[in-house]
């Protein structure tokens, strides 16, 4: 079924997001 | 005197037993001293004690509406200034404040000029 | 009988005998019983990607901008279940006003998970739905449960 839906990745589980620096940045300089 | 605070922060930092000290992982989220200020000139100084690659800090002066799980500078209540790069942050908008930013070891100091209220 | 965690642990090795995914009246895909299912049970953990709440609407935007369509599921005030483009079968679980399921979040080992249990038992080919208690809003969202008790609306 992960076929259906590109760039979807299957877990078995829970998976913790590692954030990036810039993750709450609207805009950069 | 004045102390990190004990309850206006995010959970997940750690605080030193003298309140000095704080330490962050994962993503950014903020703390709060234990006082404010509502008018008049103040001054702070912080040390990085230790800011590995590819670690940062954002670190300056927030209200109490600041949001406390995101970075300072996320919304309108807070203003920071970014150790990588020396980006100043204000509602999430990171300009050019400075070239270079800052890192381990170095110390910092902030600075706030508040009219008297009306 | 076991404890929680114990049952936990069983249902990461056993889940996807218990669950698949299959073409659903109700909507598009839908997740779908592969044998039957006792009341009470453990069927499947809505896994994904375990992100910062304050994260969710920014998320929100981005996947709306894609045309994709958001699977996120609260834990708690702090964390949400983003399913979106990395998750469990559970994703594909529709809402129905006359559910077969519910949801319940347990903790194992210090963590938290999103665990959908069987409300009764549930016949093997049965669609396995959940109410999903949207909020109630203006701009309503027609539902497609077509069950005798339907709200007519999910929010």
Redesign the interface.
């Known amino acids: 079924?992960s076929a259906?839906a590109p760039?979807?990745?299957?877990?078995?589980?829970?998976?913790?997001?590692?954030?990036r620096?810039s993750?709450?940045?609207?805009?950069?300089? | 005197q004045v102390l990190l605070s004990m309850h206006d922060r995010a959970p997940q930092l750690k605080l030193s037993d003298d309140r000095l000290t704080v330490t962050g992982e994962?993503?950014?989220s903020m703390i709060r001293a234990s006082h404010g200020v509502v008018s008049g000139q103040w001054f702070y100084e912080v040390t990085i004690d230790e800011m590995q690659e590819?670690t940062?800090t954002r670190i300056g002066w927030s209200q109490s509406l600041g949001n406390l799980q995101?970075?300072c500078g996320?919304d309108k209540f807070s203003y920071s200034w970014r150790s990588?790069?020396g980006?100043r942050?204000h509602?999430?908008?990171?300009?050019?404040y400075c070239d270079g930013g800052y890192g381990e070891g170095d110390v910092l100091g902030f600075f706030v000029s508040l009219p008297v209220p009306a | 009988e076991l404890p929680m965690a114990m049952r936990f642990r069983k249902l990461?090795e056993h889940a996807k005998e218990a669950v698949?995914?299959y073409r659903s009246k109700i909507h598009g895909?839908g997740l779908f019983c592969k044998r039957n299912i006792d009341a009470g049970e453990m069927v499947i953990?809505y896994?994904?990607?375990?992100?910062?709440s304050?994260?969710t609407d920014k998320r929100e935007k981005y996947y709306e901008s894609k045309g994709i369509g958001c699977y996120m599921f609260r834990i708690d005030d702090c964390e949400v279940?983003?399913a979106t483009?990395?998750?469990?079968?559970a994703r594909?679980i529709n809402h129905s006003c006359e559910p077969n399921c519910y949801s319940k979040v347990i903790q194992v080992d210090g963590?938290k998970?999103i665990v959908i249990f069987a409300m009764r038992p549930i016949k093997k080919g049965e669609e396995l739905t959940y109410d999903y208690k949207f909020p109630i809003e203006d701009v309503k969202i027609p539902c497609t449960c077509g069950s005798k008790r339907c709200r007519k609306y999910l929010n």
């Open positions: 079924w259906f760039d979807f990745k299957e877990l078995d589980e829970n998976v913790e997001y590692d954030e620096e993750e709450f940045d609207l805009e950069d300089e | 994962k993503g950014y590819p940062a995101a970075p996320y990588r790069k980006t942050f509602q999430s908008h990171g300009y050019h | 990461q698949g995914v895909r953990e896994a994904g990607e375990i992100i910062r304050l994260l279940v983003d483009m990395h998750g469990s079968a594909f963590r998970h």
